[in-house]
């Protein structure tokens, strides 16, 4: 066992962690000693090959295929120097007030929130992209939702150079995606703060973090020798993802009793759609993700989202198999996509648990106000395709493969709620969220308003586990800024916490 | 690599892709020992448990049908076969239906995520589309989408 020790250790390195680094490298500058712990590797730029089986297995835990305990839903979620920020598209909204309403924590100021949310939006080049990079995928969203009198907007983005490669999901290829990996991180070290790949925080107990460092043979070599590692801190700050923030506090040794650990976790469960055009599309050139729909979040629960994947996540969202499928499959440059993301209550139910190893485990009831909202949807999806100039929709809870646009005054009969049977109908999801939320009652919550754990005040929390409801939108920048409050307050609280 | 599909498993797993993506009876020797290094390292990637599930999934899948059938999956008609794989996809016991969606997601994956494919369906990313993208708004690119762009 080798002994390290610093005065701040941040586990993880994605928006929250990236975040934290940033903003406390200035406690460098007076001699504290800052590191981050993160378990995937720093990829080299000539790491990100584009290909997709590769990238998932390089870039997600368990190839972005993480199951959760009743096989209903696969979980993405990234494992990397910048965690998910080096696979997300970089779509930057910000907590609707609505939302952050329903989230009720107590000390949480909106203007407060949304104030830090316009920092990092400036901080990561977030604007939208001009007409002539959006392609036909995205343009015909935009145009059936307008025609059929949907609300729909364009996403502002985080990209600096965006050559439209649309491959962000597997690691931009040319740098473009601005994630903490491109810009927190790199400024943090500039100032002193140390960054550990490769390092797998097994446990913690009181000011103490058990981690282990390997060589997984790809990207650059960690900075430290592989080996077991004990790092003394005086203060660590939690921001692994909500898989990996609630199972580290499972398998740890922690004076305090918190009943809502990993309780609490949503995830925005998600389904991906296809409408297949008579003549090719652009769909795969040009950024994949430049417009939503929130038409429907209020009155159905879910969000739309333009989207385009790569053929093999395409292929196992699609329902059904042989030739009918093989033939959808054979074409990809007529496929339009849309993602639907159905807004989930938070319920103390879904959780985060760990088996006997101490590996996380995430158990998930897809509802049925889920699944009926995920019906509702695939309705809806069929209406914007074909307003789009679809030829034909796959809607996998339909009793045929494909619906013909000769067919669509007939969806009600078509696609039936009967039909919306998990194991058939491929769910996945990519904004895991909650297991550590914030609140001001330890019974349930674990964190208070600042992410201080209850009842610890070296341990601090500051990633998506925090969120005690749904996002409802993608959740990064509000991540960012939940995090910049935890920075924050250890900064204020530095003479008590760091000396 | 040592082999976590038993000989028996590997043969069927050929044989359920015949229904699943017919194109797999198209593959050559090389072509179908790289669909199954595909699949075999996906699962052997997963936690112990999950391949003895799998494990488990691919013996029912195959040897269910002799109930009612009198005979392996494999060694039915295509048309019977497919219309079992039918009756798993649609099963009233969820487990059921997920195992045989994760066999499905296997299969797909040993089939969709070889390079070279892509090109067959139509998919030929670049990693400066938006210069694809351009071209085929101003119409030069017109009836050259899905040409060869690759970086």
Redesign the interface.
């Known amino acids: 066992m080798i002994d390290k020790e610093f005065d701040v250790v941040i586990i993880g390195s994605g928006a929250g962690g990236g975040t934290v680094a940033k903003e406390l490298a200035a406690l460098c500058r007076d001699g504290k000693r800052v590191a981050v712990l993160e378990w995937g590797p720093r990829f080299k730029e000539s790491d990100y090959t584009?290909?997709?089986?590769e990238m998932a297995?390089k870039l997600y835990f368990?190839?972005g295929?993480f199951?959760t305990r009743?096989?209903?839903m696969t979980l993405a979620f990234g494992k990397a120097y910048g965690g998910s920020t080096v696979v997300y598209t970089g779509t930057s909204l910000t907590l609707p007030r609505e939302t952050f309403h329903r989230w009720g924590v107590p000390n949480l100021d909106y203007d407060d929130l949304i104030r830090r949310s316009r920092k990092y939006l400036q901080e990561n080049n977030v604007h939208l992209l001009p007409e002539?990079?959006i392609?036909d995928n995205n343009r015909l969203f935009f145009e059936a939702c307008k025609k059929l009198g949907y609300r729909v907007d364009q996403f502002p983005i985080n990209v600096k150079g965006?050559?439209?490669?649309?491959?962000c999901n597997l690691g931009c290829?040319?740098a473009a995606k601005q994630g903490t990996h491109r810009v927190q991180l790199p400024e943090a070290e500039r100032n002193g703060v140390t960054v550990i790949s490769n390092c797998r925080v097994d446990r913690l107990s009181e000011h103490t973090c058990y981690a282990t460092v390997t060589d997984p043979g790809v990207g650059h070599p960690s900075a430290w020798a592989p080996g077991d590692y004990r790092i003394r801190a005086r203060v660590v700050v939690l921001a692994a993802g909500a898989v990996n923030s609630p199972a580290l506090l499972l398998r740890s040794e922690l004076p305090q009793r918190l009943p809502a650990l990993g309780r609490y976790f949503t995830c925005h469960p998600a389904l991906i759609l296809v409408g297949q055009h008579p003549q090719?599309i652009?769909n795969?050139?040009?950024h994949p993700k430049s417009y939503y729909c929130d038409e429907f979040v209020d009155s159905k629960k879910f969000l739309l989202e333009t989207c385009m994947y790569?053929?093999?996540v395409?292929?196992?969202n699609l329902?059904?198999?042989?030739?009918e499928?093989?033939a959808l499959?054979?074409?990809?440059?007529?496929l339009q996509m849309i993602l639907v993301l159905a807004i989930d209550p938070a319920r103390p139910e879904n959780r985060v648990t760990i088996d006997r190893q101490g590996?996380p485990v995430v158990d998930y009831h897809l509802s049925e106000d889920i699944m009926d909202s995920l019906y509702e949807s695939m309705k809806v999806c069929t209406r914007i395709f074909f307003a789009a100039g679809a030829e034909r929709v796959h809607a996998p809870a339909s009793h045929k493969f494909l619906i013909e646009a000769g067919e669509q005054d007939r969806l009600d009969t078509l696609i039936t709620r009967d039909q919306m049977?998990?194991?058939?109908i491929?769910i996945s999801s990519g904004h895991l969220m909650g297991g550590c939320r914030m609140g001001d009652d330890p019974a349930t919550s674990v964190t208070d308003a600042w992410g201080q754990v209850h009842g610890m005040p070296w341990l601090y929390v500051a990633d998506s586990s925090l969120f005690p409801k749904a996002a409802e939108i993608n959740p990064y920048v509000t991540i960012m800024a939940l995090a910049d409050r935890v920075a924050e307050r250890i900064k204020e609280r530095g003479r008590e916490l760091l000396n | 690599m040592s082999s976590v599909l038993s000989t028996e498993h590997r043969s069927f797993i050929v044989a359920l892709a015949r229904r699943i993506v017919p194109a797999t009876a198209q593959l050559d020797a090389a072509g179908e020992a790289k669909f199954l290094q595909i699949i075999e390292a996906a699962i052997a990637s997963r936690p112990v448990m999950v391949q003895r599930q799998i494990g488990l999934f691919l013996s029912v899948l195959r040897w269910l049908p002799v109930l009612r059938l009198a005979g392996a999956l494999d060694k039915l008609p295509p048309a019977r076969q497919d219309e079992v794989l039918r009756w798993f996809q649609e099963a009233p016991v969820p487990l059921v239906r997920k195992g045989f969606w994760g066999l499905k997601v296997l299969i797909y994956m040993g089939y969709y995520s070889r390079p070279e494919l892509l090109a067959m369906i139509r998919y030929t990313p670049s990693r400066h589309g938006n210069q694809v993208l351009h071209a085929a708004r101003a119409g030069a690119g017109s009836g050259s989408l899905t040409q060869d762009h690759h970086d």
């Open positions: 584009g290909q997709e089986l297995n368990e190839g295929g199951l009743d096989k209903s002539a990079d392609n965006c050559q439209g490669a649309g491959m290829p040319n090719p652009t795969y050139y040009g790569f053929p093999f395409t292929a196992k329902a059904g198999f042989g030739p499928h093989s499959m054979a074409a990809m440059d007529r590996n049977k998990p194991g058939k491929s």
